[in-house]
């Protein structure tokens, strides 16, 4: 009898019940606790009564409040009718979605649920780009920390790819210190992004930085990063990129160095030139870990604060605030439930950009190479 | 079976090791336990006793400041205190953003690891309406120790007050005041800036000179102007004297009849607001992205004619280009003043400004109000009396006498006995003409009756921290025009006041100034 219990508690179904299901619970109750508990919080206020603190039930006040209501500037932006720029590629937009789902429609091989998630998609991105256009392409607009995020997102992944693909080529190479070097690219990687935010403040300082006689040599002494919007978020992306490029450069040096030389120097032997190697052979090969470190980059970027709180605190003004950072700020001054609300906010707008870029980019690109 | 031989042996070391640590660890209800590396203990009550008995056996917890100000004093003087009571003091220092937090949740759960807290007086509105503060009304004014009578009227009688009971205890004296290049001024026959227009008068005479003969151009007046540091508390200043004319009780936040906010639309406010943006034409290229650090630092490195401050500048300066250079003012006032009725500006007289000096008004503006000390409601008696003993002794003329004229504390002076008593600021490398210079000018500021108290009502983050730092950094940005500024403030502060209800907020308010209705 003792030695049949014994065989119970050694067989697969025991051994579930002794080591999943615990791991299982525990983690559902870390990850949906936050969760269930955020969305009650941001659909609700802190209260300071006597006695206690509370937190009381105020409906969707809190996304009306950013959505729609007196954060609305701050949110989405100051949205103003767009320029004919703007409108052009508003209906530039429009159209090709408009296009793309006809073709889709008329192909035969979606289905109709396909076809309405792709229209539901259309409608969104032509949202946004409708967004973007109000508050970037028009007189007198001016950009919320949701479109200031989307421009540190997409404008900071543009810049690490290309200079990640860029030192990755070049450390591939067969050059003098190429272990050195290698390393080297890697040490942003390693530092706290609050300490790259510090280093970028000292070196963005012209006033009394290390660079001061720098600036003054280049007749730059009255020059200043930090009160232009648009040179305050270049210097948000740029610590951005510095910090992130390794990332970018470690992931595709070994992808390329995983590659087939065989069938560049069958290419090079034939006639091909290296742009044509590099266009027609390695960047294929690139693309499905390419597309991979950009969807890593679009989840990670999106959560971007240090950088832009220790180097601005989110200024000049509001332009580098960026969702977090007011999340942050609004948490810090105790408005718990309109924090939670961007927090939920984000949520969703990360998720769509990411379900979005994987049906229907990094799939077509997978296939592609 | 060797499969699970090998999990069992591998499991067994592991738990032994934990339950060693366990052991070893501090109790889940010292706070020491979460802030090991901010945590310093005094001397072990053990040893203590042999010297004093008081406390023996107290254990007391304080949260504070990990600055490494605030927390230096308290972590210095603790062992001291040890000696004499035999009570125990773990000071459990965080970052400034997180002492708030910390302290809220631990007495808002009724967790109560924390016997004390030293912290802003700002956050009294917050923690006194649900009770989590001890009533030290009695004990502070039947204290030897203490000698409350010593504390200058301002911080005894309004800044530790709520609601016409004492809930702290004084340990720095916080306010701002502007200081200047004495010996430019001397130089050039001009007085200290007396108005706001005096001031930017003399900001534009210096900027773009060599101020302290390094052969390069520096700058008329450096005010910290960054977003989320301390911006908004300079606009109060200019403001100010704008805003509020008939003593300490008027307010200068709102109106204390109907809430209606004195920073929205009104001629003060426009005022207030383009003077301030002027400030920054005199002043260096990046100083909207500039805090504090960056102020002090150009000040004392002799490159800035005027700068607005703290009294922190006074003990900074010993050692640096600026030591016997540096002149310290009130801060400078208006010769109009708001007539809340109308929005206009009307001239100063016996009626609008009955306080003020030769027609100008002063408001000299307590922001933040300095670091005081308060006591958990619910933390248990013995640790009650620990923790107030210990405060008290922070307080006491013969030690915060010392540490007002150390820079390293962060404190600044609050007691009268702090401006008789100069020995102390001597031997901490002032000259006799600068401690008269900067006492006076802290002492005149002190004695003035239209001193503005800080705001201390609950969502007091939101109404500065948010609505009035967003503003103000998108007015200095060009975001929003005088208008649009002072409209955003109007709203934002309008909607907290009546998301917490517009009466509470009032009658809190009222409170906070002393008003008795």
Known sequence: MATDTLGAWRSDGAARWLFIWPAVVLILALSLFPL?????????????????????????????????????????????????????????????????????????RVSPVGLALRLV??????????????????????????????IFVFGGILLQLTLGLGLAMLAVQLVPWRRFFRILFLIPLTITPVGVGYMFLMMTDTSKGPFEPLWVALGLRNFTWVTDPWLARLAVIIGDTWQWTPFVFIVLLAALESLDQEVREAALVDGASRWQSFRHITMPALLPVTTTIVLIRIIEGFKIIDMPNILLGGGPGTATQSMTLQAYIDWNTLNLGRSAAIAYLLLILVSVVATVYVSFVRRRVTELA | MSRYRMVAAAIIPILVLTACNSSASP???????????????????????????????????????????????????????????????????????????????????????????????????????????????????NDPQLNQQDIVPFFRDYNSVYNGKNYTIPLDGDFHMVYYRSDLL??????????WDDYLTIAQKYNGKDLNGDGQPDYGSCIAKKKGAQSYWWIISVAAGLLQGKGTSDGAFFDTSNMNPLFGKNDAMTLALQTYAKTA??????????????????????RCALTMDWGDIGTLTPGTYAQDKTGATITPGWKQVLDRASG???????TTCPDAVDGVNYAPFGSFGGWSGAINAKAPKANQDAAYDFLSYMSAPAQSGIDVTLGKTGFNPYRTSHFTNTAPWLAAGLSQAATDNYLGAIKTSLDNKNFVLDLRIPQTKQYEQDVLDTAIAQYLAKELDEAGTEQAIADGWNAITDQAGKDKQLAAYVASLGIKK
Not at chain 1, 51 to 80: A, M, P, T
Not at chain 2, 281 to 302: A, I, K, Q
């Open chain 1, 36 to 108: 269930v508990a955020s969305v009650a919080l941001s659909v609700s206020k802190l209260v300071f009564n006597p006695g206690s603190v509370d937190l009381d039930f105020i409906g969707f006040f809190n996304y009306q409040e950013l959505l729609f209501g007196r954060e609305k500037s701050h949110f989405l932006g100051v949205l103003k009718s767009p320029t004919a720029i703007g409108w052009a590629i508003l209906i530039g937009t429009i159209a090709l979605a408009a296009i793309a789902w006809v073709r889709a429609a008329r192909s035969g």
């Open chain 2, 186 to 195: 001397t130089k050039d026959g001009l007085k200290p800036p007396a108005t």
């Open chain 2, 281 to 302: 034409t005199f002043g260096p290229p990046d100083e909207l992205n500039m805090d504090v650090g960056g102020s002090r630092g150009l000040f004392t490195t002799g």
């Open chain 2, 27 to 141: 109790s889940p209800s010292s706070p020491a336990a979460s802030t090991p590396a901010a945590s310093t203990s005094a001397s072990a009550p053990a040893a203590a006793a042999s010297q004093g008995t008081k406390f023996k056996g107290a254990n007391v917890n304080i949260l504070t400041f990990n600055g490494p100000q605030v927390a230096e004093p308290l972590q210095r003087r603790a062992p001291d205190w040890a000696k004499l009571t035999g009570g125990h003091v773990n000071v459990v220092a965080v970052g400034f953003q997180t002492i708030y937090d910390k302290a809220l949740l631990d007495a808002s759960t009724g967790t109560n690891s924390f016997d004390g807290y030293v912290f802003d007086p700002q956050w009294m509105g917050d923690f006194v309406t649900p009770g989590y503060l001890l009533d030290l009304t009695d004990r502070e004014k």
């Open chain 2, 344 to 350: 206009k500006l009307v001239p100063c007289d016996a």
């Open chain 1, 121 to 150: 998609g259309g409608i969104v991105l032509a949202g946004f780009v409708w967004l973007l256009v109000q508050t970037l392409a028009s007189e007198g607009g001016r950009p919320g920390s949701l479109v200031v995020t989307l």
